[in-house]
């Protein structure tokens, strides 16, 4: 792109502010309004509020318009993401009005898909780019106020009576304060509060929300304490039935910097903006920001400037992709200690996937034959007990499915049953075919290990996963204090009464006790134990992550899986970060990672690891990834991803094959 060339804008949804953010084009020195996209061209006044654009009939006119090089998205909060990920998939830049999604979970995936795409992909605080934003964080930087202690930052208007036709009233349409205003408060507390310690910005440790549903089960007014690992504490605010000062005050150690309405900066047609300082001693002054600039102008001219200059995310104090997401995680915790949840999130409106198509299995996988299990099998399964709610377990859920994922991990434990629930309402909502799903259960964790809690829980739990069978069952722990014989035959009822229709066996089960467990069956006539769900990966465990945990990759283990053959459904098969910049020799500040897998055994692998990924071109993760899945017995991974760019990551591991030769390489022989 030449230095002169204009971006050629195309606008999703004609509302207010996508006509304040055309004056922005119109008053940049970089862009072009060339078309808007409405799903009512007949409306009156479009040509008048878009003068000299093209007005296409539907969203998807624009996406396919090759006029249009980059796509602002003006829709209701609810169709962010779903048009951001259609517009980058079709090759355009995105610039998405704030929030760029409902969650940090939404913002992640719409910026994985751009990471993908090679596209620019920015969220719309327009105020981050303005010069009076800089001044701000300058005078932080520079110590103007001394130490920050403390910010303080309000955005709340009164819209008067509740008018449950209004977008802000709506549920529906994730209305509410937090996320329309609340963003701008939290940002600039974030801004701040890095910019006390010299960085771009700074998450807190923890946030305490609290505030007002109303009677359309909306946050009216809500406030939130941010408390920072440098000790700032932040208070932000926001509201759409209070009016309030809408004041940003910065208290440091030797005095205050006060902005009114900071978000407006200098006007939204230029003007000057008033900082006004106060010093302990008792001298006031004011910083006066003369700018002649639109304010929607700089991010339109900021995201031009990344394009021309290849990168896909603005330049900071602009939000970056980490500290969008970082932003959005707050306010997630804030509106989640409200107990507000929109009702596009949930199972029974949520029935298609983000980008608002309908979810269908996908086949680039490899699939494989375990005996006892009839149904083909992904090559590894998922585990997604991770997830807060359904809206964002559903993503990952998704988007495995539609790579060709159909083993789910699940147990009667998780996240005290959310996760079976979540399970439940995936595969109902999408309209999966249960039969096409391999679905691992578990129950008996201790404290409750005893035979009669199997079939108990077992009962429980299908509640939850709104089925009558799993197809895998693991007893989560053992007690070896119990018979085994009186395991297996609670475990071969449920095999009889159809509850389990594939194979069984135990997680965290030593040899010896599989071995009891397997002769106890074949002597009585029970079904045999077909399975076994231990820690096996490249790194080996030192010490358990968890009581009652049992890790099979030492060379014994390696040798009595081969000569059993029974597959291994193995849980922390990636070594739960140890193949990541997370750990090294000289890093110790995970205790969890210090704890169970540092040895210079370990250490020799994970050098070997990196050098076959610098060879192959890939990621250690990668390298051990592959390692579990090329042993000469069953190995089933189980992953837990915690995003769908970590997912994709996790499985663009499937197609390195591994010769026996590089495994016994890798295991340091």
Same mark, same amino acid.
Request: net charge negative.
């Given at each position: 792109m030449?230095?002169t ?10 509302g207010?502010i ?22 009512n061209p ?6 008048d ?5 093209r007005?296409l009939h ?22 962010h993401?779903?048009w951001?990920i259609?517009?980058v998939?079709a ?16 913002a992640?995936?719409?910026?994985h ?6 596209v620019?992909?920015?969220e719309?605080y327009?105020?981050r780019?303005?010069p009076?934003?800089?001044k ?8 103007t ?6 910010i ?10 509740v008018?449950?036709?209004h ?7 994730a ?13 600039m507390?974030r ?17 305490l ?6 009677? =359309?089960?909306?946050?009216?007014w809500a ?5 920072? +690992? ?14 309030q000062?809408n ?9 205050c910097?006060?902005?009114?309405e900071?978000?407006?900066?200098s006007?939204?047609?230029g ?8 010093h302990n001693?008792?001298?006031? *002054?004011?910083?006066?920001i003369d ?6 102008s ?10 021309? *200059? ?6 900071a ?5 980490e500290?969008?997401?970082g932003?959005l ?7 989640g ?11 029974a ?5 983000i980008r608002?198509?309908i ?5 680039t996988? +490899?699939?494989r034959?375990i ?8 090559a590894?399964a998922?585990?997604?007990e ?8 559903s ?8 790579a ?8 009667w434990i998780?996240n005290?049953?959310? =996760?079976?629930t979540?399970?439940?309402d995936?595969?109902?909502s999408?309209?999966v075919?249960?039969?096409?799903v391999v ?24 509640d ?25 035959d609670a475990m071969?009822?449920e095999?009889?009464?159809g509850?389990?229709?594939?194979v ?9 006790r599989?071995v ?6 074949q002597?009585?006539?029970?079904t ?5 769900s231990n820690?096996f990966?490249?790194?080996?465990m ?9 890790a099979a990759s030492?060379?014994d ?6 000569e ?5 459904f ?7 970060g140890?193949f990541?910049?997370?750990a ?5 500040d995970n ?8 040895? *210079?055994r370990?250490?020799i692998r994970?050098d070997?690891?990196i050098e076959l990924?610098g ?19 069953p ?22 094959s591994?010769?026996a030769?590089?495994?016994a ?5």
């Amino acid at each position: 792109m030449s230095d002169t060339q204009r971006i050629r804008w195309g606008i999703i949804g004609p509302g207010t502010i996508a006509k304040t953010f055309a004056d922005g084009i119109a008053h940049s020195r970089t862009g072009v309004l060339t078309a808007i996209a409405t799903r009512n061209p007949e409306k009156p006044g479009l040509s008048d509020d878009f003068p000299n654009a093209r007005i296409l009939h539907g969203y998807e006119a624009l996406l396919v318009d090759p006029q249009v090089d980059a796509v602002y998205i003006a829709t209701p909060h609810t169709g962010h993401a779903e048009w951001a990920i259609k517009a980058v998939r079709a090759g355009k830049h995105v610039l998405v009005e704030k929030p760029i999604a409902l969650s940090a979970y939404e913002a992640e995936t719409i910026y994985h898909e751009a990471s993908k795409a090679g596209v620019f992909a920015g969220e719309a605080y327009m105020y981050r780019l303005h010069p009076q934003t800089l001044k701000i964080a300058d005078l932080v930087r520079s110590g103007t106020i001394g130490a920050v202690r403390a910010i303080k930052s309000s955005f709340g208007f009164d819209m008067g009576a509740v008018k449950p036709e209004h977008r802000l009233f709506s549920n529906e349409l994730a209305g509410g304060g937090i996320l329309d205003v609340g963003g701008y408060p939290v940002s600039m507390a974030r801004l701040i509060a890095g910019a006390a310690d010299g960085k771009p910005f700074l998450e807190p440790l923890q946030v305490l929300g609290m505030g007002q549903l109303g009677e =359309t089960n909306v946050d009216e007014w809500a406030s939130a304490l941010l408390k920072f +690992p440098n000790g700032t504490v932040a208070e932000v605010s926001c509201s759409i039935r209070a009016k309030q000062d809408n004041m940003l005050r910065i208290f440091g150690a030797k005095g205050c910097i006060e902005v009114p309405e900071f978000w407006f900066a200098s006007g939204h047609t230029g003007g000057i903006g008033k900082i006004d300082i106060t010093h302990n001693d008792g001298n006031r *002054e004011t910083v006066e920001i003369d700018e002649k600039g639109w304010l929607y102008s700089f991010e339109v001219d900021a995201a031009r400037e990344a394009i021309r *200059e290849g990168r896909q995310e603005f330049a900071a104090p602009g939000m970056t992709w980490e500290d969008s997401i970082g932003n959005l995680r707050v306010m997630d915790q804030w509106r989640g200690a409200l107990g507000l949840e929109y009702g596009i999130e949930k199972a029974a409106q949520r029935r298609l996937n983000i980008r608002g198509e309908i979810v269908r299995a996908g086949n680039t996988l +490899p699939h494989r034959k375990i005996p006892g299990i009839a149904k083909p099998m992904s090559a590894v399964a998922l585990g997604f007990e991770f997830f807060p709610n359904f809206a964002a377990a559903s993503l990952t859920l998704d988007a495995f499915y539609e790579a060709g994922g159909n083993v789910l991990d699940t147990a009667w434990i998780y996240n005290r049953g959310l =996760t079976e629930t979540i399970f439940g309402d995936w595969w109902t909502s999408r309209a999966v075919p249960r039969e096409e799903v391999v679905l691992i259960g578990k129950g008996a964790h201790s404290p409750l290990v005893y035979p009669d809690q199997i079939g108990k829980q077992l009962s429980q739990s299908l509640d939850r996963l709104k089925t009558d069978y799993v197809d895998v069952y693991f007893m989560h722990r053992d007690d070896e204090q119990v018979p085994v014989g009186e395991f297996v035959d609670a475990m071969d009822a449920e095999v009889r009464a159809g509850r389990i229709r594939g194979v069984f066996g135990g997680s965290n089960w030593t040899q010896a006790r599989m071995v009891e467990a397997v002769a106890y069956a074949q002597a009585n006539g029970k079904t045999v134990p077909g399975a076994l769900s231990n820690n096996f990966s490249l790194a080996e465990m030192q010490d358990p992550i968890w009581a009652g945990c049992v890790a099979a990759s030492d060379g014994d283990w390696k040798h009595w899986l081969n000569e059993m053959q029974i597959p291994n459904f193995a849980w922390s098969s990636q070594g739960r970060g140890f193949f990541t910049d997370r750990a090294g020799r000289d890093r110790h500040d995970n205790e969890e990672l210090v704890r169970c897998w540092y040895s *210079e055994r370990n250490f020799i692998r994970r050098d070997r690891a990196i050098e076959l990924a610098g060879r192959l071109n890939r990621k250690p993760i990668h390298i051990a990834l592959a390692y579990v899945l090329a042993q000469p017995f069953p190995v089933v991974p189980l992953i837990g991803p915690r995003t769908v760019a970590e997912l994709d990551d996790s499985l663009s591991a499937l197609d390195i094959s591994l010769g026996a030769d590089e495994v016994a390489w890798l295991d340091g022989h």
